[in-house]
T-cell receptor
């Protein structure tokens, strides 16, 4: 167990819908990252937050947004869902957010039907 | 932005043999190079990392080498065991305030008993 908690584990929804994925980082970690994993694209970096503020952005679609709350948990919001959004979404955390080990959660498997 | 290429995409070896996975990166500012192992259905976990001021690092049967001039780094696993079977991801990060860990697409390693 990495100490990073992601909910829900599985999510099945329809095209056009909106979902929210939740992540609680390890105790004491200030930085949270979101990654999308699909078979053909590997682990794609979406976004990073550090102590409530956005620090780095990857190839995150405009339909996706995220935030980190004062208690350091983070949410990833995916809207106007398309079939191609089906993937495993990982959250990871680290203490400081720079060149250090990432601790991954167990992921949320999103299926868009 | 950073681009990380990883080869081979699949690798099959006999138990006891060595395995080598190679990665190249594009951003000369990258200075942190971790390797993650992801077993089937599990989360990625860090197995070893190297920083740009070091050319080689070992941890028991695992070693990583870095050639900054050529912008490539490699993972070496000696005396492979069936439990080494997994997908291995290399990654690179420029560090600093613009921390974006970019992953390669992964190598599926199969160790045959």
């Amino acid at each position: 167990d990495s100490g990073v908690t992601q909910t829900p584990k599985h999510l099945i929804t329809a095209t056009g819908q909106r979902v929210t994925l939740r992540c609680s980082p390890r105790s004491g970690d200030l930085s949270v990252y979101w990654y999308q994993q699909s078979l053909d694209q590997g682990l794609q970096f979406l976004i990073q937050y550090y102590n409530g503020e956005e620090r780095a952005k990857g190839n995150i679609l405009e339909r996706f947004s995220a935030q980190q709350f004062p208690d350091l948990h983070s949410e990833l919001n995916l809207s106007s869902l398309e079939l191609g959004d089906s993937a495993l979404y990982f959250c990871a955390s680290s203490p400081r957010g720079v060149n250090e080990k990432l601790f991954f959660g167990s992921g949320t498997q999103l299926s868009v039907l | 932005g950073e681009n990380v290429e990883q080869h081979p995409s699949t690798l099959s070896v006999q138990e006891g043999d060595s395995a080598v996975i190679k990665c190249t990166y594009s951003d000369s500012a990258s200075n942190y190079f971790p390797w993650y192992k992801q077993e089937l259905g599990k989360r990625p976990q860090l197995i070893i990392d190297i920083r740009s001021n070091v050319g080689e690092k070992k941890d028991q049967r695992i070693a990583v080498t870095l050639n900054k001039t050529a912008k490539h780094f490699s993972l070496h696993i000696t005396e492979t065991q069936p439990e080494d079977s997994a997908v291995y991801f290399c990654a690179a990060s420029p560090g600093g305030s613009n921390y974006k860990l970019t992953f390669g697409k992964g190598t599926l390693l199969t160790v045959n008993p």
